[in-house]
């Protein structure tokens, strides 16, 4: 799965991708997984070669105005304000497969999980699927 981070101006995405490519090195898992990062200036350019686009909580009123003039084809995220930057790998990888699985099932950008709409609102400090789906 490739993972494409976008910010405003990529520095906090930068900071955010490295951190988590650092521990797909470390933890052998290149071959399955990719994060890299981007400004959300240049996401035209490049959304084609990702499998999922997240996007720092501060891009949502860019990001309407975007899909206004734009369709783009990917599964697009926003980040929750209280996990962008303290995300783990597994809470990105995590969120990234289930945003993938509801993107598929509707085709709606951004894609929103169920109970999440308001991202002001949301509270949790790890993955939807580890918050909301325990056994």
Do not use: W
Request: hydrophobic share 40%.
């Amino acid at each position: 799965m490739k993972i494409l981070i976008c910010c405003g101006g990529g520095f906090s995405s930068s900071y955010v991708a490295m951190r988590m490519q650092n521990e797909i090195n470390a933890r052998h898992l290149e071959n399955q997984y990719q994060v890299d990062f981007l400004p959300f200036s240049l996401i035209l350019e490049k959304f084609e070669e990702y499998d999922v686009i997240m996007l720092c909580p501060h891009l949502k009123m860019e990001l309407a105005k975007l899909l206004k003039t734009h369709s783009l084809d990917k599964p697009i995220y926003l980040l929750p304000p209280r996990i962008y930057g303290m995300m783990t790998l597994d809470a990105i990888i995590e969120d990234g497969e289930d945003v993938i699985q509801l993107y598929e099932s509707n085709h709606h950008n951004p894609v929103v999980f169920p109970g999440e709409e308001n991202l002001l609102r949301i509270q949790r400090h790890q993955s939807y699927r580890k918050t909301y789906m325990k056994k």
